[in-house]
């Protein structure tokens, strides 16, 4: 017996097991991760890995970063839940750090997910606009290739059919422009239009870049038709792409602003963050989530934004940014097969001539690298923050490797 169990590979039993218990929503891998520290991944078998997803982009401070486990311990030690009719230490702590680091938050509501804080934000301009301007303007402007979450007012903010039609009717009030191209919002815009809700580089939709001359422009759109503009910085947010929040190097102030993934260090945990005067319009009754703003996931955030600033890993992201597009775009020159590479900070992605992202990736696993596709043909790269040139060279040695291999095909 004790033979056996020793020849069973834990990775594909776990696999297996799971492939049988859990609904199949993920086309998942047959490695399970058991053990990780900041930028490395051990499975189940003890074999080691270098993470270029951190968690889809929730561990910009690293996995079981020790800063975070230390407060999470204290915190969970004394209360975890202490429910929202009542203050939480944590809770305030984070709030009033969230609203100081965003340099135009004044109040912050909390939630679990991504998605929730989305939800949050729609609630938040409807309720905001029907109440100064009457209850037709309540619609909304999103973007094609958007991502804003899989809940079904999220869902209709995401401008992905092939996301969105199987759950039709969606929640109604939304349209959609392009990014980059403001007459494509002015076509949409009339009085009925109370916000616009943008991400400044779209993460699932394929690292899309908004140009800071769109951004200007679509800021000026909005306050000259007092709609209010909504950043999603979920993805892009807490040091990813060289600053702490993107917005920042748009030289643009939104109005509202929503977070979740990396502010946790790990723990889920989702904001919306916006100026006193929108605020108002949420009263006690309006909006709220039995978890949202638990004193454990918030204790996380706290030492995450320390551990961020103290480290300054918004110009470790712009260092490393640029060090990694540097090789990315050597391989770019040298193979054909590579179309484009483009993003910002550690937020990047290569796309190829091929739909290769797949087998890519499966190879990846085998030399002890975990990648992430955002498409058959795009490999996203959101490290955490924490990585180091030695990483980058690991993964820029592979994919040469790799890519030469599918060049000469
Ligand atoms: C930009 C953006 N918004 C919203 C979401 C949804 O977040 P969650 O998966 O936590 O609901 C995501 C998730 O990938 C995202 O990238």
């Known amino acids: 017996m004790e033979e056996k169990s020793k020849n069973i590979d834990l990775n594909k039993d776990i696999a297996e097991k799971g492939d049988r218990f859990l609904m199949h929503t993920y086309s998942r891998l047959d490695v399970v991760f058991n053990k990780a520290k900041m930028q490395y991944l051990w499975d189940a078998e003890g074999k080691k890995y270098t993470d270029f997803t951190s968690g889809y982009g929730c561990l910009n401070v690293g996995h079981s970063n020790p800063d975070i486990i230390k407060a999470l311990k204290e915190q969970i030690g004394r209360i975890i839940q202490p429910s929202n009719i009542f203050y939480n230490i944590p809770q305030v702590e984070l709030a009033g750090e969230l609203c100081r680091i965003s340099g135009f938050g004044e109040k912050v509501f909390f939630a679990n997910s991504g998605a929730e804080a989305v939800e949050g934000a729609i609630k938040l301009a409807r309720k905001y606009s029907t109440d100064k301007y009457g209850k037709k303007r309540y619609e909304i402007i999103t973007f094609n290739n958007s991502f804003h979450g899989r809940t079904l007012g999220a869902l209709a903010a995401t401008a992905q059919v092939k996301k969105q039609n199987m759950f039709e009717p969606l ?123 638990n004193a454990a996931s918030c204790s996380a955030g706290v030492a995450v934004i320390k551990y961020l600033l103290e480290k300054n890993l918004a110009g470790r992201a712009e260092i490393l940014g640029k060090y990694l597009t540097e090789k990315l775009k050597m391989l770019q020159a040298k193979y054909q097969i590579v179309l484009e590479v483009r993003g910002m900070g550690l937020m990047l992605a290569i796309e190829f001539k091929k739909p290769i992202a797949s087998a890519l990736i499966k190879s990846a696993l085998e030399s002890g690298l975990v990648l992430n596709k955002v498409s058959e043909s795009t490999i996203r790269f959101l490290p955490s923050l924490v990585i180091n040139k030695k990483d980058i060279d690991f993964l820029i040695r592979f994919l040469d490797k790799y890519i030469k291999e599918e060049d000469k095909k």
């Open 171 to 293: 929640l109604s009030g939304f349209k959609y422009s392009d990014i980059n191209d403001i007459e494509s919002v002015k076509k949409k815009i009339d009085d009925n239009t109370c916000a616009v809700i943008i991400e400044l580089i779209q993460g699932e939709g394929g690292i899309n870049v908004c140009k800071k001359e769109f951004i200007a422009e679509l800021k000026k759109l909005c306050e000259k038709n007092e709609i209010l503009l909504i950043i999603d910085e979920i993805q892009t947010g807490f040091s990813r792409t060289g600053s702490i929040f993107a917005y920042q190097q748009y030289d643009v102030i939104p109005d509202i602003i929503v977070v979740a993934k990396s502010l946790g260090g790990g723990m889920p945990i989702g904001a919306v963050i916006s100026t006193d005067k929108i605020c108002s319009a949420f009263t006690p009754g309006t909006h709220g989530s039995t978890f949202g703003g």
